[in-house]
């Protein structure tokens, strides 16, 4: 195990990470809540994010919040308290728009705006960037030189697994450094464990919420233990309240939205106390550059 991922305690160091965003700007909803009617719906980031840092006060755990930039700019003081308690502040891009459904040029406003506006509030630099509903793909990596160029030193929005919706299975599991003409970038993926020849997601999100704890225990136990490496922790503060607005969706969108919401809290609460967990600078030392540099060839992609 490398020593930058050594815990005080002896404890490998986890990666916890909240990507802001409201109830409304999920993905599943696309089709359903147009960007422009945003406003018009009822807002509750601010105190489900409330309970969040709340809940990392309580178990002593800084975290790294990748914050919708639309959120920003309509509570910035959210912004400021975020990073007032010691937390990363990160990038989830502005308009929550998946990447490979934009053009250079548009992904390259979005994350600019986003990056100028975080910055400003909380009087930080933004290295981190992570994608709406993971969607940094195979046709989508063009994303990567736009983000190095916009001055990201870190991404987290691969996931290395089959998706109907993302990821790229082939993509490696451990943290890394991916070379690009525009330069190189630290990728954080999403976490897994391998079984057989197989990637299975852990500790996010959905998965987080749908499978018994027990599952999640053991795949970080897993990761830390038998691959020596972080595991990556994601999570939205809708995905802690249980009394949102229930909006008009098909069955499988309202199934990936809702279920087992009502147990986040506990979860999170047991899975800080099991796992050491801190801000994804923290992990990964992305000043220096110090992981280990890709020889993935998918990498190289456009």
Same mark, same amino acid.
């Given at each position: 195990?490398?020593?930058?991922?050594?815990?005080?305690?002896?404890?490998?160091?986890?990666?916890?990470?909240? &990507?802001?965003? &409201?109830?409304?700007?999920?993905?599943?909803?696309?089709?359903?809540? #147009?960007?422009?009617?945003?406003?018009?719906?009822?807002?509750?980031?601010?105190?489900?994010?409330?309970?969040?840092?709340?809940?990392?006060?309580?178990?002593?755990?800084?975290?790294?919040?990748?914050?919708?930039?639309?959120?920003?700019?309509?509570? #910035?003081?959210?912004?400021?308290?975020?990073?007032?308690?010691?937390?990363?502040?990160?990038? $989830?891009?502005?308009? $929550?728009?998946?990447?490979?459904?934009?053009?250079?040029?548009?992904?390259?406003?979005?994350?600019?705006?986003?990056?100028?506006?975080?910055?400003?509030?909380?009087?930080?630099?933004?290295?981190?960037?992570?994608?709406?509903?993971?969607?940094?793909?195979?046709?989508?990596?063009?994303?990567?030189?736009?983000?190095?160029?916009?001055?990201?030193?870190?991404?987290?929005?691969?996931?290395?697994?089959? $998706?109907?919706?993302?990821?790229?299975?082939?993509? #490696?599991?451990?943290?890394?450094?991916?070379?690009?003409?525009?330069?190189?970038?630290?990728?954080? #993926?999403?976490?897994?464990?391998?079984?057989?020849?197989?990637?299975?997601?852990?500790?996010?999100?959905?998965?987080?919420?749908?499978?018994?704890?027990?599952?999640?225990?053991?795949?970080?136990?897993?990761?830390?233990?038998? &691959?020596?490496?972080?595991?990556?922790?994601?999570? $939205?503060?809708?995905?802690?309240?249980? &009394?949102?607005?229930?909006?008009?969706?098909?069955?499988?969108?309202?199934?990936?939205?809702?279920?087992?919401?009502?147990?986040?809290?506990?979860?999170?609460?047991?899975?800080?106390?099991?796992?050491?967990?801190?801000?994804?600078?923290?992990?990964?030392?992305?000043?220096?550059?110090?992981?280990?540099?890709?020889?993935?060839?998918?990498?190289?992609?456009?």
């Amino acid at each position: 195990m490398s020593a930058r991922y050594a815990a005080p305690s002896g404890r490998v160091t986890n990666a916890i990470t909240v &990507d802001v965003e &409201d109830y409304f700007h999920a993905s599943v909803f696309d089709r359903v809540v #147009p960007r422009a009617a945003w406003h018009d719906y009822e807002s509750r980031v601010v105190p489900n994010t409330h309970r969040l840092l709340d809940l990392f006060d309580e178990q002593r755990v800084k975290g790294t919040f990748f914050v919708l930039g639309w959120v920003a700019d309509k509570f #910035p003081e959210l912004v400021r308290e975020i990073a007032g308690r010691g937390h990363e502040l990160a990038s $989830h891009g502005y308009h $929550h728009q998946l990447v490979y459904m934009l053009t250079p040029a548009q992904f390259r406003d979005d994350i600019r705006r986003a990056k100028g506006t975080i910055e400003q509030l909380g009087a930080t630099r933004v290295r981190g960037y992570r994608a709406p509903s993971f969607s940094i793909v195979r046709s989508s990596l063009w994303a990567l030189d736009v983000l190095i160029e916009e001055g990201h030193s870190y991404d987290a929005s691969i996931f290395p697994i089959h $998706h109907d919706r993302y990821g790229i299975a082939d993509a #490696p599991r451990a943290a890394h450094v991916i070379q690009r003409g525009s330069g190189s970038i630290v990728e954080l #993926p999403a976490s897994t464990v391998r079984v057989g020849a197989t990637n299975y997601p852990i500790a996010g999100g959905g998965y987080f919420r749908l499978f018994p704890y027990a599952a999640t225990r053991w795949g970080i136990s897993r990761v830390n233990c038998r &691959d020596g490496e972080p595991v990556v922790l994601y999570i $939205h503060p809708w995905e802690v309240d249980p &009394d949102q607005p229930r909006l008009d969706a098909s069955r499988i969108a309202r199934l990936r939205h809702h279920a087992g919401i009502a147990t986040t809290m506990d979860k999170l609460r047991q899975v800080t106390t099991d796992f050491a967990f801190g801000r994804v600078i923290d992990v990964l030392d992305v000043r220096a550059g110090s992981t280990a540099p890709s020889t993935a060839r998918w990498a190289h992609a456009k």
